[in-house]
């Protein structure tokens, strides 16, 4: 039995799949010695702020900005005018703050603010944080935990120039009035030919989410946005493309959302550091009907955006690799072997990069996927479709919530599946019997919602009076 992933080998066009009985092995292996209380030390996602504090405001609740101790000192300063920005903004310089990390265990970066797991005190660490750097110096493992009661967003471009681009481009959406974008929502999914992933994430999530479901609207037009579909035949390279460069004196979308494979190189492919997590565009029929290797007409790739109109839009990216690639697989861990490289450094995709540094305006945001992308994100073994979190996602950008506060239900996900995951390896320590697949299926489902992650600022949200008709 397989395991269904939104991603394709870009040299052989099969797809990224899984086999159970490897996945059972590294769920089990990839413990640590003491697995039942490591997992009862996760803090819970109260979103603990204290009682009264609104947390969608930045004044109560805080931002911050997080640099590794050894950053580049032109990264903060490019970032000064952001953090100045939210000063002023939020009227409170307690409440707001640029921070170091330098490699610390997670507990213990939070006591040296004079803060615990559970409790959240934003006069101490703001709630809405910006990580800013290299994944291979500020883990995502740390951010991951940090986002279960926190905000939180990552950063990583290539060049301060890149930086300032970005902070900038924040300063003018949120400080400029006028029109910026248009109140359009692009729904943009796959559907290789027997392909089970593209299919069900076409089917089962594009789709819901363009016209509803269970006799509930679509959630863009309950709130009166125009949606645009790309779905199937239609979902094309030069179709979204032509979406991304509008002319200069038309507006790009407000959103794009897109449920495709992402590409995932060999760990010594030169095009690894180049195209990792690239979308692959619906000109690739599959396996056996188009060419492989799958070559650039085939996907949307960084180098794609060169001259790309993407101002200010907002993108949800579901796609294996969509937003970041791990240094080891997770997946493939078998004693006493040491876990499978992806790649040598963990590294952020080129793509996310590109849209957040665009010469002609940077985009405001992404949502993507860290390593690989699950179907049962969307279809749970033994149920139906459960597309909540992404419907509750897409209802927070577009009402204009802050944007750190989109991935709450993954991360609701998240503490379901390590509190039912904990039970299970109390089960295995006490030598009850376990059900494997029923265990492998809760162990993916635990990490496939940990690792869709914001790439931008938290703080920033869609401003719907800025957003005109197409």
Known sequence: MDIILNGIDPITGDSLALSLETAVEAAFNSQTPSPVQSLRDLPSNTRGLPFGVDRSNIAQAGWGLVFHAEEDPAVPDALGPLLQHRVEQAGNEKRTKALTYSGEPFETWLAQLGVAPGTVRPDKLPYYLLVI??????????????SLEYAVGRLHLDSPGDYRRYAQAVIDYETQSGPS???????????????????????QLAKPLLLGS??????????????????????TKGALLAVLSRPAEQHPPAVLFSATHGLGWPIDDPLQITSQGALLCGDWKGRGLSPVPITAPNFLNAADLSAANVKNLIAFVFACFGLATPVQDRYSFQPPQAPKQLARKPFFSPLAKALLSAPSGPALAMFGHVDRAFASSIQPPGAGPQIQPFQNALGMILSGAPLGLALSGFEERYGTFSAMLDSMLADKVQQTPVDNQQFVNTWIQQHDASAFVLFGDPAVRLRPERLTAQ
């Open 133 to 146: 750097g290299d994944p291979e110096r500020i883990p995502f493992e740390f951010t991951q935990l940090l």
């Open 214 to 235: 269970d006799g509930d609207a679509a959630i863009p037009d309950t709130l009166q946005f125009q949606s645009t579909a790309l779905l199937a035949d239609d979902a």
């Open 181 to 203: 974008n248009t109140k359009e929502v692009i729904f943009f999914a796959t559907k290789h030919t027997g392909d089970a992933a593209t299919n069900l994430s076409c089917e």
